[in-house]
């Protein structure tokens, strides 16, 4: 038998299939090399101890037993399919079965039993593959197409025939373009089928394309189609996936139209907002300007409060309205930012002073600080940082009833060219819930609408407050406690402007050493303020009331380490600053040279008190780096060459010399209110009722300034200016053109301003602002020259009155303010000559700046003004006409040494003959 089983081995070992010898029992006696593989058997291990049934999985063998032997011994041999299971595993795997008997040739009998197996699991993986993708076909929604590399169609699913309407064995065998696209479809488009069928390759393999099909009743329709690529024996077949599209592009025309629609609609509503804007803001201007004019006069405390009560109601018209324009101006995408330099000090302290009055009105203390490193000089749109901070800080005041509000701001991030600053308001207000801080920012909302009536608001301001942060490339968000109060926190990213005055920050030399007692109730106020002055490097100390104020004045007395400087809080529980003032005043031997008072009441009696206290100067709180720093120099009689930066005097009107305006203006109502205005502050007005009758005025008489509204009949104010401009091309000169309109839509100034006017103001205006925009357009144009405008020979008497009240009734302090400007003026107008004889710029610019800084106490508005010109015109790179301008301040500047010269020697004689 062993050498039966060898020779046997080397007939079948070679065979793929599993052969398998067994005895006519089904006790298996051979088995060949593959079988041993796909059984699991070793090469040494006797298979004679196995039997058949071992090798097959159960419902196998008993096929084989049931249908196989019968089989066998009728016919002698059996075909089927079954499946082996691998012995050491247990695992099954499919093979067609051949056994047949094998007999003694003599006698015929059947000797023993021989079985084939050929392993078919592939190819029943690829039947089930097949099915399953047979299964996929004819599942699919979208029609899918198989096409050979011949172009013809092979496979064409149930979608397909019911998307091109045709039977799949009309179209199988058939060119795909023939069948499936229109004949509509281009020459290009069908040689691009063509040439991908032809190599394979192309950009529509892989891509959507949009193409034309062409249903089997002749109808066209759109049709998307990806095209991939497989391969089937070496040779390419494409497979197309379509779907007909032809709802989308109905949808789509639907959306083109409605966006039409939607367009059409939106700039509707933009002329209807502008027309809106114009016809509230023209009456608005009215009331506002009006009721600003008649305050000014005599009126009884009935008559005051109920106009008061006229124009606050105005304002908040207004602000309504404002609040409505920019929202639609965001939401519509249409908001653009400015990008101007700014002072970031000057802009957050005049917004602050803004709200001053409204906090402190209602017992809050109002306060904001700004971190040392946080940059001044800066590139962005102010007014938009305005309108946020007012926003958050107009909020917390709202909703804050007793307590504090503060503002801070930090730098988060800073490059060469870029500042990231982080702005926080804190206040101590009611709060909001949880469940309302997450929609809080959203239109229309507030935290509590019952609040809301009774506070007011429209609902849109922390969502405008939102957009506009996201325009200045920021964030923001909020943290808040119900009943303990929020703190409303966002970044905005701005551009470094080019430092030019760092003054602010630092004290002459003389003022380093000072020791300086705070004494402040609220802990906030009297951290800031003590934070500025050790930043200065002054030296302080802190007191929270009156009564501890004079305990560490004594001590320091007595430890002989005196303060130099007493600042103090107007408003305090107990002893109020103006009582603790006139306890130190009354107290040898422990009052420091000076009392500063900060106060947040701004009223006429607040300064009659300091000036009878003997309290040097009174600051509004919350006063800025800036204020604080002049208020101090100012109380300790400090000056010299280093404080050359201006404070810029309140009223601007006050600072202009008399103007020849032409007010070009239809609307009666504004033509009186603006007359009344100008001419309340000495300034010739001239009315013309439109553009043309404008021109004619110019024709007849000259004017400094032109006052001209944009929308009037017959010719408006952008036709009479653009005529104004193409005559001065002819003739020469250049008249200062200020364009006053009711609209307040983006573009507007910027339209106003390409028409060649030089400047633009908003109604309705209040009377500051009108007087700040004429001095800032009067001041950056050139001076007139004598022969064409002769200038008024004016003199201004000193303002001796408003000098004493500055010093707090200090004669002392006044004799030094003289004596400093005595010896700095002539010094500086020699640098004004210099420079403008060298073309100095520059150095122009500065002697200018610091000769505005040693008038300001005079009350000497022409020098003020030539200087500001001077300034203006060397900021600019234009001493066109500076020589003139010079040699008018010259004259005035010597009008006003002339008088200092006589004060100083009577001041002098007085001193001999009491000393």
Known sequence: MSEVQELLGKLFDESSDFVCLATLQSKPFFVNG?????????????????????FYTPETFEQLRRTGYPELRKAGRWSGEGQLRHLRSGEPFD?????????????????????IHRDVSDRQRAQESEMHTKAILEASLDPIVTVNHEGAIVVFNQAAERTFKRRARDVLGKRAEDVLFAASQS???????????????????????????????????????????????????????????????????????????????????????????????????????????????ALSPQQREYLTIVRESADALLSVIDDVLDFSKIEAGKLQLDRNEFHLPETVGNTMKSLA??????????????????????????TRLRQVVTNLVGNAIKFTESGEIELSIDCRERSDSIAVLHFAVRDTGIGIPKEKQALIFEAFEQADNTSARRRGGTGLGLAIVSRLVEYMDGKVWMESELGRGSTFHFTARFQLAEETDDSELSLPPRARDLRVLVVDDNLTSRQITEDTLRNWGLTTSAATCGSDALTVLKEANRSDEPFDLLITDAEMPEMDGFALADRVQSMDGIAPRTVMMLTCLDSRGNAARCEQLGVATCVLKPASRAELRDALLVAMGIFSEEDGRPVLPGDRSRALRPQRILLAEDSLVNQKLATALLEKHGHTVTVAGNGREALAALQSEPFDLVLMDVQMPEMDGLEATAAIRAKEKTTGGHIPVIAMTAHAMKGDRERCLAAGMDGYIAKPFRAQHLFEVIEAVVGRSPAPTAASEPQIETREPLDWAGLLQTVGGDEDLRRTLVEAVLDEAPRLMEAVRHAIAEGNSKGLALAAHTLKGAVRYFGAGAIFDGAYRLECMAKEGNLQGADVTAEALEADLQSLTDQLVRFSQGAQVEKSVLG
Not at 95 to 115: D, E, H, Q
Not at 233 to 258: C, H, Y
Not at 357 to 382: F, M, N, T
Request: a positive charge.
């Open 95 to 115: 093979v067609a079965i051949t056994a047949f008997l094998v007999k003694n040739p003599r006698s015929g009998n059947p000797i023993c039993l021989a079985l």
């Open 34 to 54: 593959s079988a041993r593989r796909l059984l699991g058997i070793a090469p040494a291990e006797d298979i004679t101890k196995t039997r058949l049934w071992d």
């Open 187 to 297: 020459t290009l488009a069908r040689d691009r089928v063509e040439r991908h069928f032809a190599s394979a390759e192309g950009s529509m393999i892989n891509a959507r394309v949009e193409m034309t099909g062409l249903r089997g009743d002749g109808r066209t329709f759109p049709m998307e189609s990806a095209m991939t690529v497989s391969r089937i024996q070496g040779e390419p077949v494409f497979i197309f996936f379509l779907r007909d599209i032809s709802d989308r592009k109905q949808w789509e025309a639907e959306l083109r139209k409605a966006k039409e629609a939607a367009e059409a609609a939106s700039r509707a509503k933009s002329i209807f907002l502008a027309n809106m804007s114009h016809e509230i803001r023209t009456p608005m201007n009215a009331i506002i300007g009006m009721s600003e004019l008649v305050l000014d006069t």
């Open 357 to 382: 009055v409204r906090a402190h009105s209602q017992g809050l203390e109002l306060a904001y600080r700004i971190a040392p490193d946080v940059p001044c000089a800066l590139i962005g749109d102010a």
